[in-house]
């Protein structure tokens, strides 16, 4: 059989996956035809991250640092994530939350070169040839979303796409998983935002969104498609609005190797910062009473994981649901109202626990009447309502409670229910708080208190290179539970005062690591990957996780 032929000359330096710039030799220069096509001193990989820093650090707008370094990852794969590495705080919030959410918005008219794959509607009787169009032909995660609930921005329609992009870039600087193994993919089915289809500038198919049977079949054939093609690749399902998210997921997820970041990656981030503030706070998970002001798919995906902990701990569990109060714009969760979905009514509480209520209004039972009432021990933001989470709800908690858990989730920043400096004055310095996008260290009287980020950035990548280490067919809620406790067993906060609850970001593949092999022992045990010992399971995973470093020009081949 032949050889594949050798990349070289200018075919060499345009594939971010081979190219390596100002740090090929002379002698591969002179082997590969570069050259004349490059500066002729030759660089090392610190040298060049060095370099890119300097001029990452003269963009002054957080949008142009996200472009930049956009650029460099179409242009050079491992020098992008090198630099990711050598400034992961500084970097991860622009290349991802908060930013990326910028990006999402201005899609179309930041747009440079194609990444990933366009699946349109239009296309529908064809997705398996767009699929087989795909850059590299061995894939090992997807990441798809059809662009509707962006982060805590909306319908972003084709947009959207900036997302999968930066998700699997996650998966890559801190789960390991090669760059060129990875896939975005966004749906296009059209989009309900105005300003989006009267821009025209706009990229995507320009017709309002395809809803009911329609979709479902639409994304019927583009499951059809991926196990045909491409079977044993782990598909994650991203920013899906919530009548979609479950049942998508509950349909799919027997079928093939499938989870949904939103309901089960938020969920078990989450899970690992409660369990670490409830060790601090010197409680258990089944004394609990929690309280969500949001009642979608992630908040409901955030209360199964916590109810699921509790049965764990010795609760029976509709003892467990009852100290859910779950509060959306209708008010809170309960028997008497009729409009909400199977998921929710899980936590609907009965109305004779509220009858007796004292109320603001008498039609609805709002947040701050739950504050009052209950004598609330955690309280968690999926709600994008930016600063929802007032003084004087905050403060009534904290006047019941000795250490408050309080996690406003929504992101970007402008989205979280309250700013975590405010949480710490309301609160007298009390409150144990994580929060969904990064947050600077809050001074306090003598003390500097770091926050810690409940991005599912602890998650995602950890499972995907704990499934794929360990060969694990399913992904089921007990692995992403034992995920979510994996991480709280490497809080910080046991560890010294004012410690965030989970570890720093520049900890992140280190942690990566814990929680994987905790994804894939479970997964042994389940049945759902081949049996190991630990030191074996260990080793699989820690030769997952690739590391930045250039190859050798002559062996790098065409695939």
Same mark, same amino acid.
């Given at each position: 059989?032949?050889?594949?032929?050798?990349?070289?000359?200018?075919?060499?330096?345009?594939? #971010?996956?081979?190219?390596?710039? +100002?740090?090929?030799?002379? =002698?591969?220069?002179?082997?590969?035809? &570069?050259?004349?096509?490059?500066?002729?001193?030759?660089?090392?990989?610190? %040298?060049?991250?060095?370099?890119?820093?300097?001029?990452?650090?003269?963009?002054?707008?957080?949008?142009?640092?996200?472009?930049?370094?956009?650029?460099?990852?179409?242009?050079?794969?491992?020098?992008?994530?090198?630099?990711?590495?050598?400034?992961?705080?500084?970097?991860?919030?622009?290349?991802?939350?908060?930013?990326?959410?910028?990006?999402?918005?201005?899609?179309?008219? *930041?747009?440079?070169?194609?990444? !990933?794959?366009?699946?349109?509607?239009?296309?529908?009787?064809?997705?398996?040839?767009?699929?087989?169009?795909?850059?590299?032909?061995?894939?090992?995660?997807?990441?798809?979303?059809?662009?509707?609930?962006?982060?805590? *921005?909306?319908?972003?329609?084709?947009? !959207?796409?900036?997302?999968?992009?930066?998700?699997?870039?996650?998966?890559?600087?801190?789960? $390991?998983?090669?760059?060129?193994?990875?896939?975005?993919?966004?749906?296009?089915?059209?989009?309900?935002?105005?300003?989006?289809?009267?821009?025209?500038?706009?990229?995507?198919?320009?017709?309002?969104?395809?809803?009911?049977?329609?979709?479902?079949?639409?994304?019927?054939?583009? @499951?059809?498609?991926?196990?045909?093609?491409? #079977?044993?690749?782990?598909?994650?399902?991203?920013?899906?609005?919530?009548?979609?998210?479950? #049942?998508?997921?509950?349909?799919?997820?027997?079928?093939?190797?499938?989870?949904?970041?939103?309901?089960?990656?938020?969920?078990?981030?989450?899970?690992?910062?409660?369990?670490?503030?409830?060790?601090?706070?010197?409680?258990?998970?089944?004394?609990?009473?929690?309280?969500?002001? $949001?009642?979608?798919?992630?908040?409901?995906? @955030?209360?199964?994981?916590?109810?699921?902990?509790?049965?764990?701990?010795?609760?029976?569990?509709?003892?467990?649901?009852?100290?859910?109060?779950?509060?959306?714009?209708?008010?809170?969760?309960?028997? !008497?109202?009729?409009?909400?979905?199977?998921?929710?009514?899980?936590?609907?509480?009965?109305?004779?626990?509220?009858?007796?209520?004292?109320?603001?209004?008498?039609?609805?039972?709002?947040?701050?009447?739950?504050?009052?009432?209950?004598?609330? +021990?955690? &309280?968690?933001?999926?709600?994008?309502?930016?600063?929802?989470? +007032? %003084?004087?709800?905050?403060?009534?908690?904290?006047?019941?409670?000795?250490?408050?858990?309080?996690?406003?989730?929504?992101?970007?920043?402008?989205?979280?229910?309250?700013?975590?400096?405010?949480? *710490?004055?309301? +609160?007298?310095?009390?409150?144990?708080?994580?929060?969904?996008?990064?947050?600077?260290?809050?001074?306090?009287?003598?003390?500097?208190?770091?926050?810690?980020?409940?991005?599912?950035?602890?998650?995602?990548?950890? @499972?995907?290179?704990?499934?794929?280490?360990?060969?694990?067919?399913?992904?089921?809620? =007990?692995?992403?539970?034992?995920?979510?406790?994996? &991480?709280?067993?490497?809080?910080?906060?046991?560890?010294?005062?004012?410690?965030?609850? &989970?570890?720093?970001?520049?900890?992140?593949?280190?942690?990566?690591?814990?929680?994987?092999?905790?994804?894939?022992?479970?997964?042994?045990?389940?049945?759902?990957?081949?049996?190991?010992?630990?030191?074996?399971?260990?080793?699989?995973?820690?030769?997952? =996780?690739?590391? #930045?470093?250039? %190859?050798?020009?002559?062996? =790098?081949?065409?695939?």
């Amino acid at each position: 059989m032949s050889q594949p032929a050798v990349v070289r000359g200018t075919a060499l330096l345009e594939d #971010p996956a081979l190219n390596k710039g +100002t740090a090929f030799t002379l =002698q591969e220069r002179a082997a590969l035809a &570069l050259d004349g096509l490059l500066p002729p001193v030759v660089e090392t990989l610190d %040298e060049q991250s060095r370099r890119c820093y300097l001029a990452f650090c003269r963009k002054q707008d957080e949008l142009e640092r996200h472009i930049y370094l956009r650029a460099l990852q179409d242009t050079d794969e491992t020098l992008f994530y090198r630099l990711l590495l050598d400034h992961v705080e500084e970097m991860l919030p622009i290349v991802y939350t908060p930013v990326v959410a910028k990006a999402c918005a201005e899609f179309s008219h *930041i747009y440079r070169r194609p990444r !990933g794959l366009f699946i349109a509607y239009p296309l529908r009787d064809r997705i398996r040839e767009l699929l087989a169009n795909r850059p590299r032909s061995e894939i090992e995660v997807i990441v798809v979303t059809d662009g509707e609930r962006i982060l805590g *921005i909306g319908d972003q329609g084709v947009g !959207g796409m900036g997302i999968p992009i930066g998700k699997l870039s996650l998966y890559s600087l801190i789960g $390991g998983i090669h760059p060129t193994r990875t896939l975005p993919i966004v749906l296009d089915v059209g989009t309900n935002n105005a300003e989006r289809l009267n821009d025209p500038e706009y990229l995507g198919w320009r017709y309002e969104r395809v809803t009911g049977q329609n979709y479902f079949d639409f994304i019927d054939q583009f @499951v059809t498609a991926v196990k045909a093609e491409m #079977p044993n690749t782990l598909l994650q399902w991203e920013d899906f609005a919530t009548p979609h998210a479950r #049942p998508i997921l509950d349909r799919y997820r027997d079928q093939m190797l499938t989870f949904n970041d939103d309901i089960q990656g938020t969920a078990a981030v989450a899970l690992g910062a409660i369990s670490a503030g409830i060790k601090v706070a010197g409680s258990t998970m089944r004394d609990q009473q929690v309280v969500f002001l $949001g009642a979608g798919s992630a908040a409901t995906g @955030v209360a199964d994981y916590i109810c699921a902990a509790m049965v764990a701990d010795g609760l029976a569990e509709e003892d467990a649901r009852r100290r859910f109060w779950i509060v959306n714009r209708g008010g809170l969760l309960h028997a !008497g109202r009729n409009d909400l979905t199977p998921e929710q009514r899980r936590y609907a509480q009965p109305e004779e626990r509220i009858a007796g209520w004292r109320r603001a209004r008498p039609a609805n039972v709002a947040l701050g009447d739950v504050i009052a009432n209950i004598e609330a +021990t955690i &309280l968690i933001g999926l709600s994008t309502a930016g600063g929802a989470f +007032t %003084e004087s709800i905050v403060r009534e908690m904290a006047r019941k409670v000795r250490r408050p858990i309080i996690f406003p989730l929504s992101n970007p920043t402008e989205k979280s229910e309250a700013a975590p400096a405010d949480l *710490i004055r309301w +609160t007298e310095g009390r409150a144990l708080i994580a929060t969904g996008s990064p947050f600077a260290p809050v001074e306090f009287g003598n003390r500097r208190i770091p926050i810690a980020q409940c991005n599912n950035v602890f998650i995602l990548p950890a @499972v995907g290179l704990g499934v794929i280490a360990s060969g694990a067919r399913r992904v089921t809620d =007990q692995m992403m539970l034992l995920a979510g406790h994996a &991480l709280g067993e490497q809080t910080p906060a046991l560890g010294g005062t004012d410690a965030p609850l &989970l570890p720093a970001i520049r900890d992140l593949r280190r942690v990566a690591v814990e929680v994987a092999i905790a994804v894939g022992a479970e997964a042994q045990r389940l049945g759902l990957a081949p049996a190991s010992s630990a030191d074996d399971l260990r080793r699989k995973v820690v030769a997952r =996780q690739w590391k #930045p470093a250039y %190859e050798a020009a002559s062996v =790098q081949k065409i695939e």
